[in-house]
């Protein structure tokens, strides 16, 4: 990292204080009390994630927004406080301009020693979104499963807190009473929306992407937190827990185009009275579990914030703290989850065809990160399908199980194809894998007056990948 670090030095300029930000009359913050989670809130994100859930790839579900693991500095405090008019790096740029070169260098190197932390944490996500998608899929996963994964995530998220939170507490206590006014200064002009901000260098060199990004995130988290209090640190917001459907991807491919409010409504106004019911189960359930989940949150950062006071965070506490705020995210997570299965085991053709039109509406349902394997990409694909044939007892759509080699329009159980598709099968026979591919390339144009509202897929490694799949559904 020392390398890294020598950059890092000519990332920013030497000087320390700002004389345009010592003028700046400290601004009050503004209240946050108004922000808190309640149960409208809780109703829109899990509409909103309704409708990402039900239509989008599972692999949509992995993306994680920067800041979102290990969120435990304030700093999503301080850009609600400041009306979300301030951005991260233009907070980190000028945290780094009242730095000194040592403490940069500290900063940096927090980017290479946190990376075990972070992939344990990335993996143990990765993991509860697995369990998501077989659930999604038609698989059996048990609640205790589940919780079990959660404790795990929660564990390491907080591992990687400690991480950070250990190495700022040794950064902060080599500022000077000088360089403390000064970012606190700094916060105040960018919560009160008037930053006065620090010069482009001139002629630095240039960190890969990754570690640049990083530092601008580990550095406007430095800034939070030194200058904050318990009850910033302690603020959260609704995307936080549960964050593992798919919103924020959405919301990336649209162009942030997608507001969550919006997107509920749609979702609402499609659903019936007792499918509102449903999802209203899993806002009763999270509205209690977001107060647990906050108290436990809390009993986290007062372990962490030891290290501002120079002292030694205690890595048990932290990991026992930390398992317990996963278990309750998990909890959060299973019950919305939960109630949108049933949401989906009893959605109309009508229904089903409605939501798909609002996704297309916004971005398309494919995974950004496709995976080597064939069999798990046409699992994650298969996401999209299961929408309509998983469950399929509400009479949207017939099963895909053995699909591969039956007899077209010949589910047994299953009498409501259209007559199009009756007509396809008296001149096709049975679903050869050639067949197959041509219907989901294009449903309407292989069968015309076909039921099916997907509008199929283009790409042919894609169409192989999810008939790889469905040959493993025997």
Same mark, same amino acid.
């Given at each position: 990292? %020392?390398?890294?670090?020598?950059?890092?030095?000519?990332?920013?300029?030497?000087?320390?204080?700002?004389?345009?930000?010592?003028?700046?009359? &400290?601004?009050?913050? %503004? @209240? &946050?009390?108004?922000? =808190?989670?309640?149960?409208?809130?809780?109703?829109?994100?899990?509409?909103?994630?309704?409708?990402?859930? *039900?239509?989008?790839?599972?692999?949509?579900?992995?993306?994680?927004?920067?800041? #979102?693991? $290990?969120?435990?500095?304030?700093?999503?405090?301080?850009?609600?406080?400041?009306?979300?008019?301030?951005?991260?790096?233009?907070?980190?740029?000028?945290?780094?301009?009242?730095? @000194?070169?040592?403490?940069?260098?500290?900063?940096? /190197?927090?980017?290479? @020693?946190?990376?075990?932390?972070?992939?344990?944490?990335?993996?143990?996500?990765?993991?509860?979104?697995?369990?998501?998608?077989?659930?999604?899929?038609?698989?059996?996963?048990?609640?205790?499963?589940?919780?079990?994964?959660? #404790?795990?995530?929660?564990?390491? /998220?907080?591992? +990687?807190?400690?991480?950070?939170?250990?190495?700022?507490?040794?950064?902060?206590?080599?500022?000077?009473?000088?360089?403390?006014?000064?970012?606190?200064?700094?916060?105040?002009?960018?919560?009160?929306?008037?930053?006065?901000?620090?010069?482009?260098?001139?002629?630095?060199? %240039?960190?890969?992407?990754?570690?640049?990004? /990083?530092?601008?995130?580990? =550095? =406007? #988290?430095?800034?939070?937190?030194?200058?904050?209090?318990?009850?910033?640190?302690?603020?959260?917001?609704?995307?936080?827990?549960?964050?593992?459907?798919?919103?924020?991807?959405?919301?990336?491919?649209?162009?942030?185009?997608? %507001?969550?409010?919006?997107?509920?409504?749609?979702? *609402? !106004?499609?659903?019936?009275?007792?499918?509102?019911?449903?999802?209203?189960?899993?806002?009763?359930?999270?509205?209690?579990?977001?107060?647990?989940?906050?108290?436990?949150?809390?009993?986290?950062?007062?372990?962490?914030?030891?290290?501002?006071?120079?002292?030694?965070?205690?890595?048990?506490?932290?990991?026992?703290?930390?398992?317990?705020?996963?278990?309750?995210?998990?909890?959060?997570?299973?019950?919305?989850?939960?109630?949108?299965?049933?949401?989906?085991?009893?959605?109309?053709?009508?229904?089903?065809?409605?939501?798909?039109?609002?996704?297309?509406?916004?971005?398309? =349902?494919?995974?950004?990160?496709?995976?080597?394997?064939?069999?798990?990409?046409?699992?994650?694909?298969? $996401?999209?399908?299961?929408?309509?044939?998983?469950?399929?007892?509400?009479?949207?759509?017939?099963?895909?199980?053995?699909?591969?080699? #039956?007899?077209?329009?010949? /589910?047994?159980?299953?009498?409501?194809?259209?007559?199009?598709?009756?007509?396809?099968?008296?001149?096709?026979? $049975?679903?050869?894998? !050639?067949?197959?591919?041509?219907?989901?390339?294009?449903?309407?144009?292989?069968?015309?007056?076909?039921? +099916?509202?997907?509008?199929? *897929?283009?790409?042919?490694?894609?169409?192989?990948?999810?008939?790889?799949? &469905?040959?493993?559904?025997?």
């Amino acid at each position: 990292m %020392r390398s890294l670090s020598i950059l890092v030095i000519a990332l920013v300029n030497a000087s320390v204080v700002q004389p345009a930000l010592a003028q700046t009359h &400290l601004q009050p913050l %503004r @209240d &946050l009390s108004g922000h =808190a989670v309640d149960e409208p809130q809780l109703r829109n994100a899990v509409a909103s994630r309704t409708l990402t859930w *039900l239509t989008g790839s599972s692999a949509n579900n992995d993306y994680i927004s920067v800041g #979102r693991l $290990a969120n435990f500095f304030g700093f999503v405090a301080l850009r609600v406080s400041s009306g979300q008019s301030l951005t991260r790096a233009h907070v980190a740029r000028d945290a780094l301009a009242n730095l @000194d070169d040592t403490q940069r260098v500290a900063l940096a /190197e927090i980017i290479g @020693d946190q990376i075990p932390a972070y992939e344990q944490t990335r993996r143990a996500r990765i993991a509860m979104n697995r369990a998501l998608e077989r659930l999604l899929v038609g698989e059996v996963v048990t609640r205790d499963e589940f919780l079990a994964l959660g #404790r795990a995530y929660g564990a390491a /998220e907080a591992e +990687m807190g400690r991480v950070i939170a250990q190495s700022f507490g040794e950064i902060a206590q080599t500022l000077t009473p000088e360089q403390t006014e000064a970012l606190v200064l700094v916060r105040s002009a960018h919560a009160a929306g008037q930053p006065d901000l620090a010069p482009e260098p001139q002629g630095a060199v %240039r960190l890969p992407d990754v570690d640049r990004q /990083e530092l601008v995130n580990l =550095a =406007a #988290r430095f800034l939070s937190w030194t200058t904050g209090s318990p009850e910033y640190n302690d603020f959260e917001v609704v995307g936080k827990p549960s964050q593992h459907f798919g919103f924020v991807s959405l919301r990336l491919a649209s162009g942030h185009s997608v %507001r969550r409010g919006a997107v509920a409504q749609e979702v *609402l !106004e499609i659903l019936s009275p007792e499918q509102h019911q449903m999802l209203d189960q899993a806002v009763a359930q999270n509205v209690g579990a977001f107060d647990d989940f906050l108290s436990s949150r809390a009993l986290l950062m007062r372990a962490l914030e030891v290290a501002l006071d120079g002292g030694v965070i205690d890595v048990a506490d932290v990991a026992s703290f930390g398992a317990a705020i996963g278990e309750i995210e998990a909890e959060m997570t299973w019950a919305q989850a939960s109630a949108m299965l049933n949401v989906r085991n009893n959605l109309t053709e009508a229904q089903s065809a409605a939501l798909i039109a609002i996704r297309s509406t916004y971005a398309p =349902a494919l995974p950004e990160n496709r995976p080597d394997d064939p069999v798990i990409l046409g699992r994650q694909l298969f $996401a999209q399908c299961a929408l309509c044939h998983v469950n399929a007892g509400n009479g949207v759509a017939p099963s895909l199980t053995g699909v591969l080699g #039956r007899d077209i329009a010949q /589910e047994p159980g299953y009498d409501l194809y259209s007559p199009s598709m009756r007509a396809y099968a008296e001149t096709n026979g $049975a679903w050869s894998p !050639e067949l197959l591919d041509r219907f989901l390339t294009s449903p309407r144009a292989a069968v015309p007056g076909t039921s +099916m509202g997907f509008d199929g *897929l283009s790409s042919a490694s894609d169409r192989a990948a999810l008939l790889e799949y &469905l040959g493993t559904l025997e």
